[in-house]
């Protein structure tokens, strides 16, 4: 059984979204996807105030056994990204929904966070593809 | 044997005379460019060289020795006697800028290799000078976007490219100032085709396929792809990696392609895995044709000419100092020429024989397999993820402990959709014997998962070196020995 907190908004792609006080979205991959990568040996974020629509590979996150794009799943900008992750990409592997963030983003549509996967729709999809 | 063996610098304490490459000072050099230090040369003797590099020969895994279900994508075997004749004195004493009459055997060898090549993919003309795969998808995609501006078509920027691809499609695709457009694989391993038809429009420049693909099937909807693409105005490219599986079946023309590339380095016998050398030869169709990398040997009143950027205004361009790795393109004409039309049919027989049947002897030892709907091109997908469920045993702790037991492992982890995979290519060569012992192999480790965990997750236990830090190694990676002797002054 993989974590999924229940504060959270997931998507298909596997990475989880946070709706914070002042508006902005913290982004990060999910328990899932850091167990489906390994151990992580090289992070690339974005810089504050990049934007992008949704869909666009907004990061990269590299493992010993793959590199994968991180896409943007709500069209924004940046407003900051973990700075931990450059010399520390294990932090993802350690606590992705704590210290492993990725970015956090001024929404131009914080309103679709709404029609993303709760918690328990995102535990079903990734056990149904385990079947 | 020893399992250790140290850098022959290290051989310290020996009495030997250093070697020295020039004992007089050649005449003609200034002054100023005359080195001070004294060259710093390796103190052995003629023994201990032999002894050294005969150990780490034994420390290497090779396929002259063991099982390599890596396949074709890494190493399959290669017939000795296509490098003893690409050795010929006369071919490695050969200078590239001698002149086109003191080379005319050498270039004959190019030529017919161009014209072998034309008939295994049906396409209208070779290019040899690409030095690797990836270059040889570099001069497609670029001949792609050539052709589009040519016409003034300049806004079709867009490749597709399957998610299942290799990483340098996409890479080739960015690189030539492209924009990548993924498109899905359907549960059953074939393309998504209403996907497809989603994307295709006025920007498509061209899909990049691989067929078989490397999931291993071949794509029953290839017509059907082919005819959306051209519809838009789009052109298909070929991918030659999975190209072992088709030798002389089915030519790639005939799947509607309009370029192809070739690793003449995996299908068409040069030793290659870890780097090199490699020969990504390219095809194209009438379309494209103006647009081939240079130079390409062409025969004019009897006799072989190089046709250059003169000959070919419209060339991409050079992709090599002179026309590609001399030695693997020999190596590829005398395999081709040995096995001709029938013997290249017979490595696309075995080739899928030797993958069927270890495919369905894994399916009925109750592997689970990634399709088990569909036949097997030359290569096959294996999901462990319920053994890692029930035991937490990964496929990199089988392809470890496969180490063990005198076996290669395959490639693990890729295509990256397929959980805990192993991407399993036994090659032709193999007898079944062999294949036998590598189910058996499999079996075994599969009841020790289950009994003896720790026997898989701490593998390798009999190799020279362990288990090694990938982590580490990616991150900081240690590729310079420093302790070499400080050179003493004259």
Redesign the interface.
């Given at each position: 059984m993989i974590e999924a907190p229940d504060n959270l908004k997931y998507t298909e792609a596997h990475e989880w979204l946070r709706l914070e006080d002042d508006g902005t979205v913290t982004l990060g991959i999910t328990d899932h996807a850091q167990q489906?990568l390994g151990?992580l040996?090289?992070v690339d974020v974005p810089d504050a105030g990049d934007s992008f629509e949704v869909g666009d590979a907004c990061a990269v996150v590299e493992s010993?056994?793959?590199?994968?794009d991180v896409y943007c799943p709500l069209a924004g900008t940046v407003t900051e990204a973990n700075p931990a992750l450059g010399d520390q990409p294990?932090l993802i592997n350690s606590g992705p929904y704590v210290e492993g963030w990725i970015l956090r983003l001024e929404p131009q549509n914080p309103e679709y966070l709404e029609d993303m996967l709760d918690a328990e729709a995102y535990q079903q999809l990734v056990a149904g593809a385990?079947d | 044997m020893t399992m250790t063996e140290p850098i022959i610098f290290e051989y310290r304490g020996s009495r030997r005379q250093p070697f020295t490459p020039l004992s007089e000072v050649p005449a003609n050099l200034p002054e100023d460019a005359l080195r001070q230090d004294q060259l710093l040369m390796p103190q052995v003797s003629e023994l201990q060289v032999v002894r050294h590099y005969t150990r780490l020969s034994q420390l290497n895994y090779s396929i002259d020795t063991n099982f390599y279900p890596l396949g074709s994508c890494t190493m399959k075997y290669n017939p000795r006697i296509c490098n003893r004749l690409a050795m010929l004195p006369g071919f490695l004493a050969r200078h590239p800028l001698a002149p086109e009459e003191q080379g005319q055997g050498f270039m004959q060898c190019l030529f017919e290799l161009q014209q072998m090549l034309q008939q295994v993919t049906g396409m209208a003309e070779v290019s040899l000078t690409p030095m690797a795969g990836a270059q040889g998808e570099l001069a497609g995609v670029a001949m792609i976007r050539a052709y589009h501006l040519s016409r003034g078509d300049g806004d079709r920027r867009q490749i597709i490219v399957p998610d299942a691809a290799h990483g340098t499609n996409p890479a080739t695709a960015t690189m030539c100032g492209c924009e990548v457009v993924e498109v899905a694989t359907r549960p059953d391993g074939d393309l998504d085709l209403d996907a497809l038809r989603t994307i295709l429009g006025p920007k498509t420049a061209g899909i990049m396929l691989t067929n078989p693909s490397t999931l291993g099937v071949f794509e029953r909807q290839i017509e059907a792809i082919a005819a959306a693409v051209h519809d838009v105005g789009g052109l298909l490219y070929y991918d030659g990696a999975n190209l072992n599986a088709i030798l002389g079946k089915i030519l790639p023309v005939d799947m509607g392609f309009d370029v192809v590339h070739v690793n003449l380095h995996k299908t068409f016998s040069t030793p290659h895995g870890g780097g090199g050398p490699g020969s990504g030869a390219v095809g194209v169709g009438e379309r494209l044709r103006p647009y081939l990398p240079v130079p390409i040997v062409e025969r004019r009143d009897g006799a072989y000419v190089w046709a250059d950027e003169s000959d070919r205004p419209q060339t991409i361009g050079r992709l090599s100092t002179y026309m590609g790795n001399a030695g693997v393109l020999l190596r590829a004409y005398v395999y081709l020429r040995m096995l001709g039309d029938e013997g290249m049919q017979r490595v696309a027989d075995f080739a899928t024989l030797n993958a069927n049947y270890l495919m369905t002897c894994l399916a009925e030892a109750d592997f689970e397999l990634a399709f088990p709907e569909r036949r097997a091109s030359h290569e096959f997908i294996v999901t462990l993820k319920k053994v890692t469920r029930d035991t937490g045993v990964k496929a990199m702790d089988f392809a470890k402990a496969l180490l063990d037991r005198g076996m290669h492992a395959p490639t693990t982890y890729f295509p990256l959709m397929v959980p805990e995979c192993l991407l399993i290519e036994p090659t032709e060569t193999e007898s079944k014997q062999v294949l036998d012992a590598f189910v058996a192999s499999l079996v075994e480790l599969r009841e020790l998962a289950y009994s003896d965990p720790q026997q898989l997750t701490t593998a390798p236990h009999s190799t020279p070196v362990r288990r090694l830090d990938d982590v580490r190694a990616a991150k900081h990676p240690d590729l310079a020995w420093r302790g070499a002797p400080k050179p003493t002054s004259k």
């Open positions: 489906a151990e040996v090289f010993v056994k793959a590199a994968s294990e385990e | -």
